[in-house]
Each structure stands twice: as structure tokens, then as C-alpha cells.
């Protein structure tokens, strides 16, 4: 395993022995590429990307919705934490 995935979900064998081996029958039930609306309940909203001036090691995710501002809705994460998910299928 590598570093970067300590923290992935996996199998071990004391949860093979203790029968936890089949997920939840609503997640089994679950396409193999679910819709994230549909299948999920997920709502698909416009985020704006904006590089960090002082830190061009960072970015700064914001919604482009007001209520969700107000909710403190956003995101600041490292640069090389983000990637186009369309260039990893």
C-alpha cells in the first residue's frame, strides 16, 4: 500500500472472518456508476475555482450560490490535491 492510501476502505482479513464482507444491501442495490442526482440525492452545483495570490500552492473553491456563502460553503485545499476527475477514467 502506498502512502497516499493509508486511509483508503479495504478488506481485512479480521472483517472476512467476522462476516463483514458483503456491503449494505442499499449500497449492493446501487449502480456500479450511479447517477450522483438520481441515484445518490446529490444536487449538482456551479463551484468557482479561484487561485490564491499570496499562496500559489493553494486554491479556493467558492459556490456560486449566495445562500450557500452565507452557509460557509467553501473549499481551501492544497493544488496538488485537485485534479480533473475526467482525466483519471
Do not use: H
Not at 32 to 40: C, H, I, T, W
Amino acid at each position: 500500500m502506498t502512502k497516499e492510501d493509508d486511509n483508503a476502505d479495504m478488506w481485512t482479513d479480521e472483517q472476512t472472518t467476522r462476516g463483514e464482507t458483503e456491503l449494505p444491501t442499499n449500497w449492493r442495490d446501487q449502480p456500479v456508476d450511479p447517477d450522483l442526482e438520481e441515484n445518490l440525492g446529490y444536487e449538482m452545483i456551479a463551484w468557482e475555482k479561484i487561485n490564491v495570490v499570496d499562496n500559489p500552492d493553494q486554491v479556493i473553491f467558492l459556490p456560486n450560490s449566495e445562500d450557500q456563502l452565507r452557509d460557509d460553503a467553501f473549499i481551501v485545499s492544497d493544488k496538488g490535491s485537485v485534479c480533473d476527475l475526467t482525466d483519471k477514467r
